[in-house]
């Protein structure tokens, strides 16, 4: 979800009921390599935020890679963020990366309550975030859009093995779209969700209206997985997108894979401005399931409403 939350998702998000996160350049829409950019437009779509919502929100924060944590140059949009939402006395953090000990530690030393998500979620990997402090494990299967784990393990294989092997609250994530799934998900020992794809086409998400269509107009079987850093991308099939898996067949490197779709500025390429040919339009892997542009609401509605869990 780079570049496409906003205040206005998340106090959507919110007040239907769910938790909100802002992302990777959340409210942005011009690119800017200066960190204390980054960390003021942070400070201004916090601020946003609650002027939208009284109820309580998330950051998302990309965990430095281990022995890097004090490499400024790795890591300076990753600490404007975190930088942020300290000073804004935000409550609740999203760590995405490896289980880094001093990092995991440090966020609960700092009094956030830590929703961890591991890249590539093995129970070994939760175990020790349990350890370190997390709050809340997410166990994100394949089925995810994004970045994808590095090892093929479906949604529902990942929940219940992640779930048996930690005491902390489990929540899934990837392809999750409607109360079908969210019920899967509880039945497989989750107790809760995590869901990108279903709000690209909320209403109240900023993302283009052309990529917003695109979503809707494709369905699961269009779409094309390619290799890339950190492991794998998935996409709707535009030229970039077929570019991009004609290169994985033919076995590019993956350094040259990653800088063909530019990092995280092909998604604000495709699903910020809409040039889908020119960027990369990142879903899940369950997009038939979406059939048309709705309000918040109603989609967090579909994933919990008349559930008895």
């Not at 919502?53 to 990753?78: H, R």
């Not at 969700?193 to 107009?217: L, P």
Request: charged content about 25%; proline content about 4%.
């Amino acid at each position: 979800m780079a570049w496409i939350t906003s205040a206005k998702l998340v106090a959507a998000v919110c007040n239907a009921g769910g938790m909100g996160t802002l992302g990777t350049n959340a409210g942005q829409r011009e690119v800017s390599e200066d960190p204390e950019i980054v960390y003021q437009r942070t400070c201004d779509e916090i601020r946003k935020t609650r002027t939208l919502t009284e109820k309580p929100f998330a950051v998302n924060y990309i965990l430095p890679v281990p022995g890097l944590e004090d490499d400024p140059a790795a890591n300076l949009f990753s600490l404007a963020l975190l930088r942020a939402a300290k000073e804004e006395d935000v409550k609740i953090i999203v760590a995405v990366g490896a289980p880094y000990e001093k990092e995991l530690r440090g966020l609960k030393e700092d009094g956030f309550t830590v929703v961890y998500r591991d890249d590539t979620p093995t129970f070994e990997g939760a175990q020790k975030a349990e350890t370190y402090g997390a709050d809340i494990i997410v166990a994100t299967g394949f089925d995810e859009g994004g970045a994808i784990p590095g090892k093929e393990i479906g949604t529902f294989a990942i929940v219940p093995i992640i779930a048996d092997s930690v005491d902390v609250p489990v929540m899934a994530a990837g392809g999750i779209m409607e109360g079908r799934g969210f019920r899967a998900a509880m039945e497989l020992g989750a107790e809760g969700v995590f869901c990108g794809t279903s709000f690209i086409t909320s209403e109240e998400c900023w993302a283009s209206d052309v990529a917003k269509q695109d979503i809707v107009d494709h369905e699961s079987s269009d779409l094309i997985l390619y290799r890339a850093l950190p492991s794998y991308w998935r996409s709707t099939p535009h030229a970039l997108a077929k570019q991009l898996g004609e290169k994985s067949v033919q076995g590019t490197s993956l350094a040259e894979r990653y800088g063909m779709m530019g990092g995280t500025g092909g998604l604000h390429i495709a699903q910020l401005e809409g040039r889908l040919d020119e960027g990369i339009n990142s879903v899940n892997s369950a997009i038939s399931l979406i059939k048309k542009v709705r309000p918040c609401e109603e989609i967090i509605q579909d994933l919990v409403g008349g559930s008895s869990f």
